[in-house]
């Protein structure tokens, strides 16, 4: 059964650092993991989606790798804002296409201090 | 603008009237989602749909039902809502690369 995990479950930095958050996964036959950004009582907005095949995918200030075969992958922020402050999710698909449900991650919840 | 849109956004109810969260994609998906989110729980899926007239059940099906007439719709239907499906409600596609987009959230309350 596949589980994922993310670690820390709560961060707090101040304005302009740079941070990493982590994400687990217990079986390394995912089809694709996927990033997500939501804000408190709202809906997810897809932050970075990386296939398989992939090591690493970049947009703006994020950056976020997968490493299979340890089962890990990390969302790189550059040079945060407040207006990055939300939860984090990571989420991965296994092997079988759509009929495969993506399996969430328990959450980051980053608050950048101005 | 490609979107996933739910209506309502806000519902407040009574134990045993059904109802109806609407889910609409104009992105032309043919696999759509739904998941229900609540505190210490995380996101559970519902139902999904691979296209028209083909839909599954998820982790947490009880107590909802849904439709897939068209491609582009995908209703929640709850017959005879109770206090524990009081919960934050999210349509999702997924497009061919399997990326997943959800929708803003409908909070549901059952008294």
């Known amino acids: 059964k596949q589980e994922v995990t993310q670690i820390p479950a709560a961060l707090s930095v101040p304005e302009g650092e740079n941070l990493v958050l982590n994400c687990s996964f217990t079986?390394?036959?995912?089809?694709?993991l996927q990033w997500f950004r939501q804000d408190p009582g709202k809906g997810l907005t897809s932050l970075l989606l990386i296939q398989s095949s992939q090591r690493e995918q970049t947009s703006g200030r994020l950056n976020a790798s997968l490493d299979k075969s340890s089962g890990r992958s990390t969302l790189y922020i550059a040079a945060s804002q407040p207006g990055d402050s939300a939860t984090y999710l990571c989420?991965?698909?296994?092997?079988?296409?759509?009929?495969?449900?993506?399996?969430f991650g328990t959450g980051t919840l980053l608050a950048v201090q101005p | 603008e490609a979107q996933v849109t739910q209506n309502p956004r806000y519902l407040i109810t009574v134990t045993g009237k059904k109802l109806t969260v609407t889910c609409s994609q104009n992105m032309n998906h043919e696999y759509m989602s739904w998941y229900r989110q609540d505190p210490g729980l995380g996101l559970r899926q519902i139902y999904y749909s691979m296209n028209v007239e083909v839909t599954d059940k998820g982790d947490v099906p009880e107590g909802y039902k849904v439709s897939r007439k068209e491609k582009r719709n995908f209703p929640l239907i709850l017959e005879s809502p109770s206090p524990n499906q009081t919960s934050l409600y999210f349509c999702?596609?997924?497009?061919?690369?399997?990326?997943?987009?959800f929708g803003p959230g409908t909070r549901l309350t059952v008294t």
């Open positions: 999702a596609s997924t497009n061919s690369m399997l990326e997943q987009y």
């Open positions: 989420a991965v698909r296994r092997y079988g296409g759509a009929t495969n449900k993506l399996i």
């Open positions: 079986d390394s036959a995912i089809y694709n």
